[in-house]
């Protein structure tokens, strides 16, 4: 079946433009995840999406940073007023519902974000 | 504060050559871990993974992982490595009932023919 799916594959953008990034995970999948991707902090959670429940915004780094899930399935990462560092691959995962014990991320291709 | 580390951030071998990638973590609690891979050009894919019980594990493409708790290690090993098995490895883990993955700064392996 269709993995997790994400746009654009890439962005450049300028320093204090808005960026949408969007996810479309895995049908059937409850948990949706986005994590960052840089060359300094390595591989890092940003947010945390589970059904109908309040989303984990623990890992946003600002907040010029949002993120949200339409409907339980789509969910898109915004980034305000971008700035140089935002550069990274943001990446998006999904899983099936947390409480089975076994559950595990399926993660997309990313999305390059550059901020020039 | 908690974290996973690797330990070696370059790894180069000769086909058929043993694979061993150290992980360990900081965490006294219940953890779960995985091993994740990413191949050139390609998105990251789950190798293994260790929840609870037998704590070797064995995963996809011939590599098994072990967790010892007294040493608070999950190490990556393949007897046998291939060229394919070119990629960038990544340990992770998600800590007592955390949902979110703690990665590592990952492991990039190249296997020479």
């Known amino acids: 079946g269709a993995g997790v799916s994400q746009s654009p594959s890439n962005k450049v953008t300028e320093k204090g433009k808005d960026v949408e990034l969007r996810c479309d995970p895995i049908?059937?999948?409850?948990?949706l995840y986005w994590y960052r991707q840089s060359l300094g902090q390595g591989l890092e959670f940003l947010i945390y999406?589970?059904?109908?429940?309040?989303?984990?915004k623990s890992g946003l780094p600002s907040d010029r940073f949002s993120a949200e899930r339409t409907g339980g399935s789509v969910s898109t990462l915004t980034i305000q007023r971008t700035q140089q560092e935002d550069s990274a691959v943001y990446l998006c995962?999904?899983?099936?519902?947390?409480?089975?014990?076994?559950?595990?991320?399926?993660f997309g291709p990313g999305t390059r974000l550059t901020v020039t | 504060a908690q974290s996973v580390s690797q330990h070696n951030h370059h790894v180069i071998l000769s086909e058929a050559a043993s694979l061993e990638l150290g992980c360990n973590y900081s965490?006294?609690?219940?953890?779960?871990l995985f091993w994740y891979v990413q191949y050139p050009g390609q998105h990251l894919q789950l190798l293994l993974k260790?929840?609870?019980?037998?704590?070797l594990v064995k995963g996809i493409k011939g590599f098994e992982a072990e967790f010892i708790k007294s040493k608070f290690s999950f190490n990556l090993r393949k007897p046998s490595v291939q060229w394919s098995d070119t990629a960038e490895y990544f340990c992770?883990?998600?800590?007592?009932?955390?949902?979110?993955?703690?990665f590592g700064s990952g492991t990039r392996l190249l296997v020479r023919p």
């Open positions: 992770a883990a998600s800590l007592g009932s955390s949902y979110k993955l703690i």
């Open positions: 260790y929840f609870s019980g037998d704590p």
């Open positions: 995962a999904s899983s099936l519902d947390l409480a089975r014990s076994s559950y595990e991320q399926y």
């Open positions: 999406f589970q059904g109908n429940s309040a989303p984990d």
């Open positions: 965490y006294g609690g219940t953890v779960n």
């Open positions: 049908s059937g999948h409850t948990a």
